[in-house]
């Protein structure tokens, strides 16, 4: 490996450069997250708004739900909404800066714990897994979002049972499944290997059972379900042919960075190269290998039932920092044998290859952080979600014209559901049950509904949707710095 070639062997000098290697990588990471952190200090997307607004009912004492007094289990991410309204109770902050601060801090703990997963086997490789991953944009524009918050409990789950410490893992998988379901999928795999390995049953995820019922009792008892209605909601979407499955969607975002520059095209090479490495190598880091199971389990599954949502695709991105590495690997040891034709020291071939190694990892990670702020508004000298502005305006206007006992009708109820402070109304049905089943009828068939069930005092509708007359609507207000109509009852 190319870590151990560059070590002396002196054990003890050996061990002294291991830990001063560590610092500097920990400080490195933690700088990227940092700087990430800043550059999207006001960026969040609207979806994440849901989940903040359950987070501060918590907090504030209303209970697990989105509009008071309406059980409903909006949000698919159970302990990350827990774990706002905790921080938020405790100090008294805005959940949506205790969100931010999180994402960034879960950036950094996911960067450290995969370097900390494949350092062994060289930490020059673990070095660049850990940086290629901390500068990806499509996992940066999660941020806000629980996405963060997952990878870094599925890492250190993942570090625990590498490690041998298998109950700490078990109780890691447990808070895994309980921020997304889904990702009982990773447990049911390690749960496998070490049946297949050790030869005996997995008892220590026990706790992970006993983690999940817990949930599952109290879901049941307070929402009548355990599967979110979120998620029903948008799996209903998906089957009536609108939207974009999974495995489509990922072809769609890898076009979308590929026409920022044509550098991006030379990754899709290098990540089948490391795939093609991946299999032809016996030897490799079990954390690494077990990363990549779990990739294509997720896309697999995910390519059955989800959406495109671009913070969908944030699991699989530990993954494909390492195939882009070991992707370079091989091309670099190619390179340098083909250097090698030419007679030279042994020690020079080895220097060539750490320069083709580097400079080909360095030149990825600013190909990434370059595309940081492409791809979303820049507000008064900010990066933020055009949807953001819009509907922070609309929020505005509903605060000061509009009681907090009105109702509002509309699709998009992140962030005005979360700075109005009123009654939301969903169109999409992820908070309202009632309207799930006529999202397969349309836009405009849902908002018949809407009207007929609840009578809501306003409606937001985009200005190409115009409302019919016969519904008892006129429109109010137009926004200047969006393209919404609000609508209010005669």
Same mark, same amino acid.
Request: charged share 15%.
């Given at each position: 490996?190319?870590?151990?070639?560059?070590?002396?062997?002196?054990?003890?000098?050996?061990?002294?450069?291991?830990?001063?290697?560590?610092?500097?990588?920990?400080?490195?990471?933690?700088?990227?997250?940092?700087?990430?952190?800043?550059?999207?200090?006001?960026?969040?997307?609207?979806?994440?708004?849901?989940?903040?607004?359950?987070?501060?009912?918590?907090?504030?004492?209303?209970?697990?739900?989105?509009?008071?007094?309406?059980? @409903? !289990?909006?949000?698919?991410?159970? *302990?990350?909404?827990?774990?706002?309204? &905790? #921080?938020?109770? /405790?100090? +008294?902050?805005?959940?949506?800066?205790?969100?931010?601060?999180?994402?960034?801090?879960?950036?950094?703990?996911?960067?450290?714990?995969?370097?900390?997963?494949?350092?062994?086997?060289?930490?020059?490789?673990?070095?660049?897994?850990?940086?290629?991953?901390?500068?990806?944009?499509?996992?940066?524009?999660?941020?806000?979002?629980?996405?963060?918050?997952?990878?870094?409990?599925?890492?250190?789950?993942?570090?625990?049972?590498?490690?041998?410490?298998?109950?700490?893992?078990? @109780? !890691?998988?447990?808070?895994?499944? *309980?921020?997304?379901?889904?990702?009982? &999928? #990773?447990?049911? /795999?390690? +749960?496998?290997?070490?049946?297949?390995?050790?030869?005996?049953?997995?008892?220590?995820?026990?706790?992970?059972?006993?983690?999940?019922?817990?949930?599952?009792?109290?879901?049941?008892?307070?929402?009548?379900?355990?599967?979110?209605?979120?998620?029903?909601?948008?799996?209903?979407?998906?089957?009536?042919?609108?939207?974009?499955?999974?495995?489509?969607?990922?072809?769609?975002?890898?076009?979308?960075?590929?026409?920022?520059?044509?550098?991006?095209?030379?990754?899709?090479?290098?990540?089948?190269?490391?795939?093609? *490495?991946?299999?032809?190598?016996?030897?490799?880091?079990?954390?690494?290998?077990?990363?990549?199971?779990?990739?294509?389990?997720?896309?697999?599954?995910?390519?059955?039932?989800?959406?495109?949502?671009?913070?969908?695709?944030?699991?699989?991105?530990?993954?494909?920092?390492?195939?882009?590495?070991?992707?370079?690997?091989?091309?670099?040891?190619?390179?340098?044998?083909?250097?090698?034709?030419?007679?030279?020291?042994?020690?020079?071939?080895?220097?060539?290859?750490?320069?083709?190694?580097?400079?080909?990892?360095?030149?990825?990670?600013?190909?990434?952080?370059?595309?940081?702020?492409?791809?979303?508004?820049?507000?008064?000298?900010?990066?933020?979600?055009?949807?953001?502005?819009?509907?922070?305006?609309?929020?505005?206007?509903?605060?000061?014209?509009?009681?907090?006992?009105?109702?509002?009708?509309?699709?998009?109820?992140?962030?005005?559901?979360?700075?109005?402070?009123?009654?939301?109304?969903?169109?999409?049905?992820?908070?309202?049950?009632?309207?799930?089943?006529?999202?397969?009828?349309?836009?405009?068939?849902?908002?018949?509904?809407?009207?007929?069930?609840?009578?809501?005092?306003?409606?937001?509708?985009?200005?190409?949707?115009?409302?019919?007359?016969?519904?008892?609507?006129?429109?109010?207000?137009?926004?200047?710095?969006?393209?919404?109509?609000?609508?209010?009852?005669?």
């Amino acid at each position: 490996m190319l870590g151990q070639s560059l070590y002396c062997p002196d054990h003890r000098n050996t061990t002294e450069r291991r830990h001063r290697y560590d610092w500097i990588v920990i400080l490195l990471i933690a700088a990227i997250a940092l700087c990430c952190g800043w550059i999207y200090r006001n960026f969040a997307q609207d979806d994440a708004f849901i989940t903040y607004r359950y987070a501060r009912n918590i907090a504030s004492g209303y209970g697990f739900v989105y509009n008071l007094n309406e059980p @409903v !289990l909006g949000t698919t991410t159970p *302990l990350y909404t827990l774990a706002l309204a &905790l #921080f938020g109770k /405790l100090s +008294g902050q805005d959940i949506r800066l205790i969100s931010h601060l999180i994402s960034v801090l879960s950036l950094w703990i996911s960067g450290v714990v995969l370097y900390y997963l494949g350092k062994e086997g060289g930490i020059p490789q673990a070095v660049a897994i850990a940086l290629v991953f901390v500068s990806n944009p499509l996992l940066i524009s999660a941020i806000g979002m629980e996405t963060l918050f997952l990878i870094a409990i599925l890492l250190l789950a993942l570090k625990s049972y590498v490690d041998e410490k298998f109950y700490l893992a078990g @109780v !890691l998988l447990g808070c895994l499944i *309980l921020t997304r379901y889904e990702t009982t &999928l #990773f447990a049911g /795999l390690l +749960g496998l290997h070490f049946l297949l390995r050790h030869r005996k049953l997995p008892v220590w995820l026990a706790s992970t059972l006993a983690l999940s019922t817990i949930w599952i009792i109290f879901a049941w008892y307070t929402f009548g379900s355990v599967i979110p209605q979120s998620a029903l909601a948008k799996v209903t979407v998906l089957t009536s042919g609108d939207g974009y499955p999974f495995y489509l969607g990922a072809i769609i975002w890898w076009l979308v960075y590929s026409t920022q520059t044509a550098w991006y095209y030379v990754l899709l090479p290098l990540a089948l190269l490391g795939g093609y *490495l991946a299999f032809r190598s016996k030897r490799r880091e079990q954390g690494y290998v077990l990363i990549l199971a779990w990739s294509g389990l997720y896309f697999v599954a995910a390519s059955l039932i989800a959406g495109s949502f671009s913070w969908y695709y944030g699991p699989l991105i530990p993954g494909f920092a390492i195939l882009l590495v070991w992707g370079i690997e091989f091309l670099a040891r190619l390179v340098s044998r083909l250097f090698s034709q030419f007679h030279f020291d042994v020690r020079w071939v080895q220097t060539f290859y750490v320069i083709v190694f580097v400079l080909m990892t360095f030149g990825i990670v600013i190909l990434q952080i370059s595309s940081w702020t492409k791809g979303w508004v820049n507000y008064r000298g900010q990066i933020v979600d055009s949807r953001y502005i819009q509907y922070r305006e609309v929020a505005k206007w509903l605060d000061r014209y509009a009681s907090r006992d009105e109702t509002l009708a509309t699709r998009e109820i992140g962030v005005l559901g979360y700075y109005a402070g009123m009654e939301i109304i969903d169109l999409y049905g992820l908070v309202t049950p009632d309207l799930t089943s006529w999202l397969a009828h349309g836009d405009a068939e849902a908002l018949r509904k809407a009207v007929e069930l609840y009578a809501p005092d306003y409606l937001l509708v985009d200005q190409n949707e115009p409302v019919d007359k016969s519904l008892g609507y006129e429109p109010t207000q137009r926004f200047r710095e969006g393209t919404y109509i609000l609508y209010r009852k005669k």
